[in-house]
Nanobody, 123 residues
């Protein structure tokens, strides 16, 4: 059974940084496409960034380009989201998603997702 474990959320002041981690385990697949979605209070869930199994990265939000970086860790199927220059509008629950296929900006296209980790940017 596939399990997704997210970590790294928290409270940070505007301009600060956080690094989210996502570990996918329990599957016979060698590599997954792994990405991040976020949902702010009262808003729809939106795709943030995704890393293909080939390590090709796609940013889905113009607002995070140049500030957020997705990367793969040394451990198989571990992905990080480095978030710099955080803004109050980055606040929300961040969900890690995984699929043995390809990245997508549509949440329901993914076979697996985590419970979410809260990111709060506030002074």
């Amino acid at each position: 059974q596939v399990q997704i474990v997210e970590s790294g959320g928290g409270l940070v002041q505007p301009g600060g940084s956080l690094r989210l981690s996502c570990a996918v385990s329990g599957s016979s697949y060698d590599y997954f496409a792994i990405g991040w979605f976020r949902q702010a209070p009262g808003k729809e869930r939106e795709g943030v960034s995704c890393l293909e199994s080939s390590d090709l990265a796609t940013d889905y939000l113009d607002s995070v380009k140049g500030r957020f970086t997705i990367s793969r860790g040394n451990a198989k199927n571990t992905v990080f989201l480095q978030m710099n220059s955080l803004k109050p509008e980055d606040t929300g629950v961040y969900y890690c998603v995984a699929d043995p296929g390809w990245c997508s900006d549509t949440f329901r296209d993914y076979d697996y997702w985590g419970q979410g980790t809260q990111v709060t940017v506030s002074s």
